[in-house]
């Protein structure tokens, strides 16, 4: 059997895992699920830890882990969702954020000329490095004079894997997006590597764009994009700019991998949601996209294939939750998709 962990996490999170979990196990796909269920912010408040040794260790001998969502309005510092998460991401060296974003339906995109809204690409964010690795101080905090420092780490060695990477996907070209003409060390870095990485892949078409004038072209020219790679930070913004024009962030998922161990973290990026949570009413077909995304990079193409025909099929016949203009309940949604992919 193959050993998938399943962290269900928080608010939203349980509810639209167990539906993910309930369609892979309805394709009998050979999947062998370790619910880490106490990973969660009721143990991260009643004692203090994220995620345990011992638990890293269950996650790191799996083939791979499906995240539900991290975050409670009750723990106020950033040790939880950094004990899980990027301890997750920079242990396991899962450096590529890859982020697709497709139009299922036209009813769903937010933009009202139809010649634009075809958004099918991929944003392929550096994970492991950037403004998020967390080095930095402050000085005398809380006072008026209080001066805050973040340091974004920028490698040779980690710039040119998330970019070749970028070009390994590419169907019809790679666009490097960054800020060069205004982040002198950095952006001279990613400028550096971009330049190696196109005379490694002559054969695929390039573009290159500003990270304002990317934001820009990303609402005026969706279809235009193939696959964007770029920093930790401006990955973090375009890819949710990305998920709200393919029909809005209940639809995207995401995975973190580290292309060379075949490791992959697999979730939905809406969050927790409490304000939801319970009532029926989350979404599950991110979260049943990132495990569709999980099965391709565990060799069963097939069956991740037929996992997103079913979404696709199930979202535009209208059998969906009420943020997608749909009137079925969380488990509602699930089951639709496993009997479409069926």
């Known amino acids: 059997m193959t050993v998938i962990t399943v962290i269900p996490g928080d608010g939203i999170g349980p509810e639209v895992t167990e539906q993910a979990v309930a369609v892979l196990d309805g394709m009998r796909l050979g999947l062998d699920f370790d619910v880490l269920s106490h990973v969660n912010a009721d143990h991260f408040l009643a004692t203090g830890v994220a995620l345990s040794d011992r638990d890293f260790r269950r996650v790191a001998e799996s083939r791979s882990t499906l995240l539900g969502a991290v975050g409670d309005p009750r723990v106020t510092s950033s040790e939880y969702a950094r004990g899980v998460l990027l301890r997750l991401r920079f242990e396991l060296d899962l450096y590529v954020n890859h982020r697709p974003a497709r139009l299922f339906d036209s009813r769903l995109s937010p933009l009202r000329d139809a010649k634009a809204r075809n ?50 996907i590419a169907r019809r070209g790679v666009c490097l997006v960054d800020k060069s003409n205004a982040v002198r060390y950095g952006g001279g870095l990613w400028q550096r590597c971009w330049k190696e990485a196109r005379e490694r892949h002559p054969e695929v078409s390039v573009r290159h764009l500003y990270v304002d004038v990317a934001a820009m ?61 319970g009532t029926g009413a989350a979404n599950p077909i991110a979260a049943i996209l990132s495990a569709a995304l999980m099965l391709a990079r565990i060799n069963l193409p097939e069956a991740a294939g037929a996992l997103e025909a079913a979404v696709h099929s199930t979202v535009v016949n209208g059998e969906c939750t009420p943020d997608l203009g749909g009137t079925l309940t969380t488990k509602e949604v699930g089951a639709a998709v496993l009997d479409a992919v069926r």
């Open 119 to 168: 958004i099918d690409c991929v944003i392929v964010r550096e994970n492991t490095e950037g403004l998020y690795v967390g080095i930095g101080g402050a000085l005398r905090p809380g006072d008026a004079q209080a001066i805050a420092v973040d340091t974004e780490v920028n490698t040779h060695y980690g710039i040119s894997r998330v970019i070749d990477y970028a070009f390994s």
């Open 217 to 277: 072209k990303l609402v005026s020219e969706p279809a235009s994009f193939d696959v964007i790679v770029t920093n930790n930070s401006y990955g973090d913004i375009l890819s949710d700019l990305a998920a709200e024009i393919a029909g809005g962030i209940g639809t995207a998922a995401s995975a973190n991998i580290n292309p060379a161990t075949g490791y992959g973290l697999y979730e939905p990026v809406h969050g927790s949601a409490p304000d939801i949570a």
